[in-house]
């Protein structure tokens, strides 16, 4: 089946340093999904990525999508304390497709 | 978007019992979905519950343990039955708007079984 991975599985940055985190897919992806969950949340969504190469931005966050269609990145300039929280990715596999595989997730914690 | 009420927020149960979520939505869907996420980790989709049928469960979780019911477009329940401490962990409800679409999280029923 599809699996969908995530790396780092932690980071830990100061406050004002960038973070990235990255997702692989083992498939061709339909398109990606950003979740972010901050601690005792729920998962919420950020951003959809559906274009090959397709890039897209929200304030400080900055989404990216893959040539292939099979990785993506989400990068955050000059983190502050409110980032903190646990990024997914997250991936249907193909078009009609209703299954979400979700990442493991980067749990991001900023140091004030 | 859909609002969705889940609860309980949290429970702590007896291993042996059982425990019903209930999940309610603002919206008709067609779909809805449960997940299991353990401590620190991702989620895990337990099943997917069908309006009219059965509900379709992921390799790992089965009907005795988990089962299902989806009365309506617009609410569902998960029971977590003959509960062991292993059973531990955030429960989610979601839905989708459609295909390929962004997922809406209920808030997540803590469990701890003791």
């Known amino acids: 089946g599809q699996q969908v991975m995530q790396i780092p599985q932690y980071q830990h940055v100061q406050e004002g340093e960038d973070f990235t985190t990255y997702c692989n897919s083992s498939?061709?992806?339909?398109?990606i999904q950003w979740y972010k969950q901050r601690p005792g949340g729920h998962p919420v969504f950020l951003i959809q990525?559906?274009?090959?190469?397709e890039v897209k931005k929200q304030k400080r966050l900055t989404f990216q999508f893959g040539e292939a269609k099979k990785n993506s990145s989400l990068h955050i300039t000059a983190t502050q304390t409110t980032d903190v929280g646990t990024y997914f990715c997250?991936?249907?596999?193909?078009?009609?497709?209703?299954?979400?595989?979700f990442g493991k997730g980067t749990k991001l914690s900023v140091i004030p | 978007s859909a609002v969705i009420s889940q609860k309980p927020s949290r429970d702590i149960c007896q291993r042996g019992t059982s425990l019903t979520i209930q999940c309610q939505v603002d919206?008709?869907?067609?779909?809805m979905f449960w997940y299991r996420q353990q401590p620190g980790q991702s989620l895990t989709l337990i099943a997917t519950?069908?309006?009219?049928?059965?509900?379709?469960?992921e390799s790992g979780f089965v009907i005795d343990k988990f089962p299902i019911s989806r009365p309506n477009l617009t609410f569902s329940t998960l029971t977590v039955s003959n509960l062991s401490p292993e059973d531990s962990s955030i429960y989610l409800c979601?839905?989708?708007?459609?295909?390929?679409?962004?997922?809406?999280f209920g808030q997540g029923t803590r469990l701890t079984v003791v």
């Open positions: 919206s008709q869907v067609t779909m």
């Open positions: 979601s839905v989708y708007s459609g295909m390929n679409t962004e997922a809406f």
């Open positions: 519950a069908n309006q009219g049928s059965e509900a379709t469960y």
């Open positions: 498939t061709t992806l339909s398109n």
């Open positions: 997250a991936g249907y596999s193909g078009a009609g497709s209703y299954q979400l595989t």
């Open positions: 990525l559906v274009k090959s190469g």
